[in-house]
């Protein structure tokens, strides 16, 4: 009888709906936010995030959200702050009283308070931020990108445990135990810096732990060449895009990256084709797109590593009919096979008196 | 006997083919006079392949084989006259007996183990005979079936050319390729390298190709395959010979029984009764109802001769001790207590299918040779090894391959990277400088008078603000964030992005059959041409990088066919241009028939039609890059040994 009523419907539906936990990763390298102050300052580009990151959380009242800041020389949480010495902060990102008291006691009263939350927590830690890094952090002219990821990871994978626990009455828990991943959740990365060769394997060893936990990586390139990212993303199915006008980051964030992993399915992504799927090599730090490969530990080479001995795991690697002439020695050798060559280019050319090609 | 003589052309020439009188050598002679200018030694001939007798010409084929390793070459007879057929018929019947004997003496070729009955001989005349039947095909030839050890050996594979042609039979787009490659190769390279050098590098295929070939399927219980059916009352029988065989072997009694009766019974008459009697019932393991007639030739024979006697012969067979559980009941005194047996072990006399499967399988495995023979003198060790309680043994050190990861951060210490534009932008940045303007650009967001800042003002987005004043109000300096201008540009990106992935996803109607508008039989060529293009291009990076420098002339060839096949692409692109200047002016011609006809213009543009020379370009680009890529590594190679060479001398 109850199946017949539409209003079943409609519960199903929203009983199903699962909350989605969005984690942005925002590159704060300064040098690259300095040069690109001219187009989109740091400031605006802030102001634009956190437009993004209210629509994301209007959508839904069980919607979360997790901001980070990837500097040059580590990882800072800009929201939910970190713990404080005296009280435990709510990980689950609960509306935390302290920070809102303290830095603005009434607040104004055409804001959520959520929002005015958010707000106030993050531009506090990018100032501190700011504030704290010295020129010698700035020796260092690339982001530490897997780190920042790694945080996010950690923090959906608390999240969606918390999640889980929480459905203490028996509903909830068959609910969420039948749902693969009590939580959508899903990392937003903001570049705008180069991939650092040196980050390959703590990102990659970032994004299969993503892959493997169903988080979409979705990354906004605003500048610089982020070629792990691409690989990121296409790994686990996010999507990425490169922005050519900075200025328009709210429009790319809000048109191109406000659906969560589950709005997705039944959308076509805007993510660029192109994926530049060229690793770096463990030996030089360069990015190859033709190299060796241990077959033991799949470490890769842009050259035979010394003693043919995997850098990595020591093992004696054997070379095969290729390897055993890798790219300068055949040349050598056709060093031999050109004179024959030429003689009987000679041959023919004077005997036929044709011409050859 | 007589010699076989066939008159025949050969490079277009007359002549006589013919053995020598010793059958030693086949030997070629032109009528136009001189000595004979083919001789092939028989015993270096690998294939022997003639035209079915379908087909108009009668030609015979010969490969040689100079010695091993070399490769082979072929030798093509046209039998050219009235009497071609039956001339070429006696010439290869010979050879090809000539041939069989020499193999089967030849103790260099592995040949599978003869087993049981059939001397050597027997099988050399049923080769003979059977082996070479008149409507042999092109492409049959009578190489002995070459054993197993055979399909590990790459050079025979390579020469092989009878599994060859059976391979690309069944793999048509591989003989499409094979034909394409063949038909534009240049002329330089010869077909036998062409043919080397195309199956080198599908060995793997070639070897699945046979090995599958040579699989039979081994004995299966025949009698239950063999379903009598009652048409119209009467009673059908299809039973071939293999089953015959089968049987007899399989039930020793049928044997008995047939070679008892049958001279007196006719054949077929022994095996309807037989299917009908009660003893096929029995030894099919089905129950005899009393309705059964009894027939009075088989049933007096009893089902259970069949069964003990196989058995006796299993048990004849040597079991070594320490699994012989009938010892140990000896040993022990026999099962004299009280438990009885287990309910499937007891002799039941209404159930005969258990038994009769069991005795079936263990005669069809008494027939097949074993394949895991173990030395007679090992086995009881052997056994004891596998008789052993493994899990009271303590645990097993673990064997596995130790992965011993240095710190990786320490490789990248000797980094060498080209800075990249953004580092060089950075490289000219004064940190202090840097820190101070993010610093002070933080400072700038608006405060919304409350403690928070006033977002809305700061992403810039001017709800009044009508694109167009905007625009030329901003013209002299850059577009502010948020800006109207921006904005669109980056909602047209990203809806590039989507329609892209969205072709991507759900593709454009119509087009795996005709894509961007291609003819679909343009679309074949393409589609051809770049197997073709890719084959060659395989062919000279295997040459390329072999680094072997007697591949060098071959090299050269294949750098030629680069060329070739870059004209080959273009020659498509033309096909595809012509194509589309047909379509555009029938079109004009119907348009303006349209006109004349009813006085009404159809808005049309050429432009809608797709194809053309820019859709094969678009298609082929790859492939031309790919071909590009690889004469420049070639020209590249050659100017370097240009200079080599120049200092040389």
Redesign the interface.
Known sequence: MDAVDVSDHYEVTTSEETPSLLSIVLDTNPRAWAALGNVLPLSKAIANILVFVNAHLAFSNSNQVAIIAAHVNRAVWLYPSPPTAKKPTDTSGDVQMQDASTSAPPGSANKFPQFAQIEAAVLASVRKLTDETTGEDLETTTTQLSGALTLALCHIHKASQQLSAAGTNLEDHTKSSAATNPMKGRILVISVSDSEPAQYIPTMNAVFAAAHSQIAIDTLSLSGDSTFLQQACFNTNGTFLAASNPQGLLTYLMFGLIADTEARQSLIPATHDKVDFRAACFCHGKVVDTGFICSICLSIFCEVPENTECLTCGTKLALGNYGAKPAVIPRKKKKKKKIVNGTVREDTGSGAGTPRA | MDIPAGRTLFKKKEGILTLTPDQKTVTWTPNSGGPATVSLPVANITSLQQTPDSSPKVMLKIVETASEGADPVAYLFHFNTSEAKSEAQAVKDLLSRIFVELRSNDPSIPRPAVSGTGTPSAQNGQASKGGTPASMALGSTTTPQPAAAHWFDDNHLKNDIELQMSLMKKDKSLHRTYMEAMSTKPDSISSAAFNTQFWSTRINLLRSHGIEKHQKKGAYNVLSTVKPRTVDGELKLNISLEQVQMIFAQHPLVKRIYNENVPKLSEAQFWSRFFLSRLSKKLRGERVTDSDPPDALFDKFDANDNTQAIQSKIMAQSVPHIIDIEGNEENQGGVKSGNAKDVEMRPRANIPIVKTLNSLSEKIMANVAPSDTIDDTNVSGYSYGQLALRDLRGDEKENR?I????E??Q??S????VP????Q???K?N?????F???G??E??DD??????D?HA????NEDSESDEEESANRAR??????RS??R???K???Q??S???S??YGHAGDSTTPMGLSSHLAEKCALTHATTIEFLHQFWTA??????D???E??YLA?SL?NSAARISAVADEATQERDETIKRRKQEIREHYERTGKKIRWKADMVGGGRDAVLKLMQPTLDALEKAKADYAR??A???I??TTEN
């Open positions: 391959i992965l011993n990861v240095t990786q951060t490789f990248f000797k980094r060498e990277a990249s534009a953004n580092a932008a950075f490289a940045q940190p202090m400088d840097v820190l303007e993010i610093q650009d933080l700038t967001l919304d008078g409350a403690g928070g800042i977002i700061t992403i810039g987005y850059r577009p502010h964030v948020g800006s921006v904005i540009a980056a909602e990106e990203i809806l992005g989507i892209q992935q969205r991507q996803k390329f990088l072999s680094g072997d420098p591949r060098a002339a090299l050269q030629e060329t190679a050659l370097a040994e240009g080599k060479t």
